[in-house]
């Protein structure tokens, strides 16, 4: 990360089990800076990433590295798959983008909220920071009864955060 010029700012919380939302996401570079980070933390974590990434040869490398393909044209049960794994597993640590991609979206989706809420795990945010190069880690995030409400107040939370592509970032409320 270093010769990159990039830095980390802040800790992961030390839980077994979490949601990280990784954001702003505008570009493909943010997979890079997420990566670079989780190898320097030396933390295993899965990811959601869409299913037409998983081709050769990328699948196996994106799977060792904890990539769960997922088509994202129907609904497939995907919050409660991921509850079940929370459930399943003595440690989780599952990072998503909560646009769900890397072009502009009025507003974040919600599953990873209701994974969180499903599975009884704080939501850790994580800010790629273009404008200084950094990624900040926190604040940690229990999720309440008002899932809309908690959108809310983690879009405001991250639109102070400037992608690689501001212009595709979430607009503040």
Same mark, same amino acid.
């Given at each position: 990360m270093r010769l990159t010029g990039w830095? =980390?700012? %802040?800790? #992961?919380?030390a839980l077994a089990k979490m949601v990280v939302a990784v954001a702003p996401h505008t570009s493909n570079w943010d997979f890079v800076h997420g990566a670079a980070a989780? #190898? @320097? $933390?030396d933390l295993r974590v899965s990811f959601i990433?869409?299913?037409t990434l998983f081709v050769w040869? #990328?699948? @196996? #490398? $994106?799977?060792w590295m904890g990539g769960i393909p997922v088509d994202r044209? +129907? +609904?497939?049960? &995907? &919050? %409660?798959? @991921?509850v079940d794994s929370f459930r399943r597993r003595q440690a989780l640590v $599952? @990072? !998503?983008a909560p646009e769900g991609t890397r072009r502009k979206v009025e507003r974040f989706r919600t599953g990873f909220l209701h994974i969180a809420r499903g599975a009884g795990v704080p939501v850790v945010l994580v800010g790629l920071d273009y404008a200084t190069r950094t =990624?900040? !880690?926190g604040p940690v995030l229990e999720v309440g009864e008002? =899932?809309?409400a908690e959108r809310v107040r983690i879009e405001a939370l991250f639109a102070a955060v400037p992608g690689r592509h501001p212009e595709l970032g979430i607009s503040p409320p």
């Open positions: 830095g =980390i700012e %802040g800790n #992961f919380p989780m #190898f @320097a $933390l990433g869409k299913h040869p #990328f699948s @196996a #490398f $994106l799977r044209s +129907a +609904a497939h049960g &995907v &919050v %409660g798959d @991921a $599952l @990072a !998503i =990624i900040r !880690i008002d =899932i809309e």
